[in-house]
């Protein structure tokens, strides 16, 4: 007996919301918690937008005494007891996340060998954990930070820059833990899941140099203070290298990663009958050319059963990028539907999700958007033209006014986008 065709909006959703809860923290990290040490203390560290998350599942888990200070982005902090939960900016650093940065450092000072240091890391964290390198100020960071959000650069290529004008990323908090031993546990939201790429990799020895955050600044034609110039052509920000002895004793592990969102959301689909073909957990460049082509293969499958047969899904993941040429509102996930409402025209019986796993697209309110076959349609009916909303960026406009904006709130956990194209 085959099953009921399901209906589409609420498949799409039930799609997102496995793929959230594959990756939360209440089940993905109890399994790679280490043994507490036989005679030191225990503390906790860590930012991100997971990190409270994190931390509440620590202390829900963990066998004995511990205390320590996590930082999250506002609105997506945890009820803890024992660690301390403090709230700071993103994607744009403010002065709590310098603070709690700050106050993070001092915190470790004077550990012991005996002693474990517990990193949770997750993504959001470069924003988070603030601390600007000696001679550049908050100001100067958060000027280029915004520069770098809207130039088009890839995560890898803003880390670089964020870890060479930082007194804590890139290795530099797990030296200051030294000699104590350091486990840090990642959620992934970077393509590839690189791991000291996640949060610009505080607690990780750092392959990259100041050559190359200076390379990728005039890459993007990013101006710069001259003292920021001359502390990266110095090399007075260079992180600690692979092979650094002080990290000999330190693990990490990666315990969520958008390949397992997919695979969840997969499952979810194939459970309700419906093939289900991931393309890729790592898919990066610019959000509205990545849409024209998931726009052809979803034309290609529609029209001629190619190279997949209809019913079935496509699903994805990775890191878009927006290069902002106008004002209007909107993260890449906004900013992909749009762009493939355009490529698709209409086409029936096409409909598509795009959500950022931790529930917020960008800087809005929204996880992402809902696109339906008559989504054109409707918008032309409001006096809304889908082309000139795209090239302004506004995304968001354009699926509020249709009230297909999907509004999880803050998921605390974070494995970047998640997209899912279903054809009937």
């Not at 990028?321 to 086409?347: K, P, Q």
Request: negative net charge.
């Amino acid at each position: 007996m085959t099953q009921p065709t399901p209906v589409p909006r609420q498949f799409l959703l039930d799609l997102y919301a496995s793929a959230v809860a594959a990756v939360s923290p209440a089940k993905c990290l109890p399994a790679f918690l280490p043994p507490p040490p036989s005679t030191g203390r225990t503390l906790v560290i860590g930012a991100g937008k997971g990190a409270a998350a994190m931390a509440r599942t620590v202390e829900q888990h963990w066998p004995g005494e511990l205390s320590g200070l996590v930082v999250t982005r506002y609105g997506h902090g945890a009820d803890c007891q024992r660690i301390e939960v403090v709230e700071a900016a993103h994607p744009v650093p403010d002065e709590a996340g310098r603070q709690a940065a700050a106050r993070m450092l001092q915190l470790v000072q004077g550990l012991s060998a005996d002693d474990l240091v517990l990193c949770l890391i997750s993504g959001g964290g470069s924003s988070l954990l603030a601390l600007p390198g000696e001679g550049i100020t908050l100001e100067q960071k958060q000027a280029i930070n915004k520069a770098l959000l809207r130039s088009g650069a890839a995560i890898g290529e803003m880390n670089c820059v964020r870890k060479h004008l930082s007194a804590i990323k890139g290795g530099r908090l797990a030296l200051a833990c030294a000699p104590a031993r350091v486990v840090t546990l990642l959620i992934s939201d970077v393509p590839g899941d690189e791991p000291g790429v996640i949060a610009s990799g505080p607690t990780l020895a750092d392959p990259t140099t100041c050559a190359e955050a200076l390379a990728v600044l005039d890459k993007y034609a990013i101006a710069i203070p001259g003292s920021v110039r001359a502390h990266l052509q110095s090399g007075a920000g260079e992180t600690p290298k692979p092979g650094d002895a002080r990290f000999a004793r330190n693990e990490y592990h990666i315990i969520a990663t958008a390949q397992h969102a997919l695979e969840a959301a997969a499952a979810t689909a194939q459970a309700a009958g419906i093939p289900a073909y991931i393309l890729s957990d790592g898919i990066e460049g610019e959000a509205r050319d990545i849409a024209l082509m998931h726009a052809a293969l979803a034309r290609q499958i529609a029209a001629r059963g190619q190279p997949f047969q209809r019913p079935c899904v496509l699903i994805s993941g990775g890191e878009t990028t927006v290069t902002v040429r106008g004002s209007g509102r909107g993260g890449r996930n906004a900013e992909f539907l749009l762009s493939l409402a355009v490529a698709l025209d209409g086409a029936a019986d096409i409909h598509a999700i795009a959500c950022d796993t931790d529930g917020i697209d960008g800087s809005e309110d929204n996880a992402g958007a809902l696109l339906q076959p008559d989504s054109l349609a409707r918008a032309a009916a409001l006096g809304m033209r889908a082309k000139t909303l795209l090239e302004n960026n506004d995304g968001y406009g354009f699926f509020s006014a249709l009230d297909d904006l999907v509004v999880s709130g803050p998921t605390r956990t974070n494995v970047n986008d998640f997209r899912a194209i279903l054809i009937l």
